[in-house]
């Protein structure tokens, strides 16, 4: 293998740890966009549509949860078809700004955190009114949707996340 075949095997490596990189950050944020946006349209649909009788905990948890795997995959999808189409200089690029970018992270850290807080209170509270695979899958997308809202409520009111850290060998911050 000559150098110039391994220089270009080991970046083609890199832009596949892109790719993947990218790939498990738009499921992540199709997730959490889908938890946080179903849940009210699934009960605009129905109320207006079907009447208030209509409408029950075990239907609204599984369009939840439901919701937020149509947005895994969506998310995850459209990174891949951005990402492995792009300039591997872009995508690193990207790749870095993205790893350093700190309001991200801490949305993904609230997102989270409400997930696991979620997950096991919609069951404790409401463990005879629906399926427990609703219960637990669905209390996780509320509590995803409810994390990022409690983010962006703490970044409104003055509490943000430290500015963007400094990227190493880089002159100005991100």
């Keep these: 293998m000559s150098a110039t075949e391994s220089t270009s095997a080991?970046?083609?490596?890199?832009?596949?740890?892109?790719?993947?990189?990218?790939?498990?950050?738009?499921?992540?944020?199709?997730?959490?966009?889908?938890?946080?946006?179903?849940?009210?349209?699934?009960?605009?649909?129905i109320l207006t549509r079907r009447g208030r009788g209509a409408w029950?905990?075990?239907?609204?948890?599984r369009a939840t949860w439901i919701g937020g795997v149509v947005g895994l995959g969506a998310g995850g999808g459209f990174e891949y078809i951005r990402t492995a189409h792009s300039d591997e200089a872009a995508a690193r690029d990207r790749r870095i700004r993205a790893s350093y970018d700190t309001a991200s992270i801490r949305a993904d850290d609230h997102a989270t955190i409400g997930t696991i807080l979620f997950a096991m209170l919609t069951p404790a509270f409401f463990w005879k009114q629906a399926n427990?695979?609703?219960?637990?899958?669905?209390?996780?997308?509320?509590?995803?949707?409810?994390?990022?809202?409690?983010?962006?409520?703490?970044?409104?009111?003055?509490?943000?996340?430290?500015?963007?850290?400094q990227r190493p060998g880089a002159s100005e911050p991100l």
């Excluded at 970046?11 to 889908?34: C, N, P």
């Excluded at 029950?56 to 948890?61: N, V, Y």
């Excluded at 609703?134 to 500015?163: E, M, Q």
Aim: net charge positive; charged share 15%.
């Design 56 to 61: 029950h905990l075990s239907r609204f948890l």
């Design 132 to 165: 427990v695979a609703n219960l637990i899958l669905g209390g996780s997308g509320l509590g995803s949707g409810a994390g990022l809202c409690y983010h962006w409520v703490r970044s409104l009111t003055g509490d943000n996340p430290p500015p963007t850290m």
């Design 10 to 45: 080991s970046r083609s490596e890199a832009h596949a740890a892109d790719i993947e990189f990218f790939v498990r950050r738009g499921m992540t944020k199709g997730y959490q966009a889908m938890s946080l946006v179903i849940p009210p349209l699934y009960t605009v649909f």
